[in-house]
């Protein structure tokens, strides 16, 4: 790879991330009360610890795309292990959503989305096309 080849795919990279950074900052900006809600009710603690984590990396001046997408997998990994016993008995109580398993998959969809706008992860060697 030249030199202006492995600028060029830095550049791209660099853009990509950006966007993505900005996406899920948006994002987390106007739901992240709700995904907050949500990972309280079912949650014994770790998840929700998970979820502040990311809502204050998103909120820093310049969030690092690596950090920042990396805290989004975790608070993934989370949602896919809450405790769908927990959410049944707050959802009877009322508390909550009315829907909270419907609210647990739409955040979860939401956010494995952002997760892949930050791009696959490649080395510069892995990107080149073959001639």
Same mark, same amino acid.
């Given at each position: 790879? @030249? $030199? &202006?080849?492995?600028?060029?795919?830095?550049?791209? #990279?660099?853009?990509? #991330?950006?966007?993505?950074?900005?996406?899920? @900052?948006?994002?987390?900006?106007?739901?992240?009360? !709700?995904?907050?809600?949500?990972? @309280?009710?079912?949650?014994? $603690?770790?998840?929700?610890?998970?979820?502040?984590?990311?809502?204050?990396?998103?909120?820093?001046?310049?969030?690092?795309?690596?950090?920042?997408?990396?805290?989004?997998?975790?608070?993934?990994?989370?949602?896919?292990?809450? &405790?769908? +016993? #927990?959410?049944?008995?707050? &959802?009877?109580? !009322?508390?909550?959503?009315?829907?909270?398993?419907?609210?647990?998959?739409?955040? !979860?969809?939401?956010?494995?989305?952002?997760?892949? #706008?930050?791009?696959? +992860?490649?080395?510069? @060697?892995?990107?080149? &096309?073959?001639?």
């Amino acid at each position: 790879m @030249s $030199g &202006s080849d492995l600028a060029a795919w830095t550049k791209r #990279r660099d853009e990509i #991330r950006e966007r993505a950074v900005i996406e899920v @900052s948006d994002h987390l900006r106007r739901h992240g009360l !709700g995904l907050h809600e949500v990972v @309280s009710l079912a949650d014994d $603690g770790h998840a929700l610890d998970q979820v502040e984590t990311l809502i204050g990396e998103a909120d820093r001046a310049f969030p690092d795309p690596e950090v920042l997408k990396r805290r989004l997998m975790e608070v993934l990994g989370c949602l896919e292990a809450l &405790s769908f +016993v #927990r959410a049944d008995e707050m &959802s009877l109580e !009322g508390r909550g959503p009315r829907d909270v398993f419907g609210a647990i998959d739409w955040h !979860g969809a939401r956010l494995a989305d952002l997760a892949t #706008r930050f791009g696959p +992860v490649l080395t510069p @060697s892995e990107a080149v &096309s073959p001639r």
